[in-house]
Nanobody, 125 residues
Framework: QVQLVESGGGLVQSGGSLSLSCVASGVIYSSYRMAWFRQAPGKEREFVAS????????EYTDSVKGRFTIFRDAAENTVTLEMNSLKPEDTAVYYC??????????????????WGQGTQVTVSS
């Protein structure tokens, strides 16, 4: 069993930066893929970024490429999402997720077995 706890959300002005952290408790096997998703009010949850635990392969949705960076710290069982040049449209609840058997596309929500409780990110214009 894996538990994920996010932190680091908050209110920031447009153009600002935030760093989200996800701490995983339990056993994270090298086969895992970790990801960040987000859900804005009235919208469906969407993929933001992912990283594979074994070989550190990263994927990003187009809207955050060049602004967001995902990285994992295997020693600390932590996945971080650094967000720069934030825009009001980045406002959402951000969720950390873990896929124990990553045989689907990284953006496939149903592939992820474990989810955190979410952390709110609000970007003011």
């Amino acid at each position: 069993q894996v538990q994920l706890v996010e932190s680091g959300g908050g209110l920031v002005q447009s153009g600002g930066s935030l760093s989200l952290s996800c701490v995983a408790s339990g056993v994270i096997y090298s086969s895992y893929r970790m990801a960040w998703f987000r859900q804005a009010p009235g919208k469906e949850r969407e993929f933001v970024a992912s990283v594979t635990w074994r070989n550190n392969k990263k994927e990003y949705t187009d809207s955050v490429k060049g602004r967001f960076t995902i990285f994992r710290d295997a020693a600390e069982n932590t996945v971080t999402l650094e967000m720069n040049s934030l825009k009001p449209e980045d406002t959402a609840v951000y969720y950390c997720a873990a896929d124990a058997f990553p045989d689907s596309k990284p953006e496939a929500i149903s592939a992820y077995e474990y989810w955190g409780q979410g952390t709110q990110v609000t970007v003011s214009s």
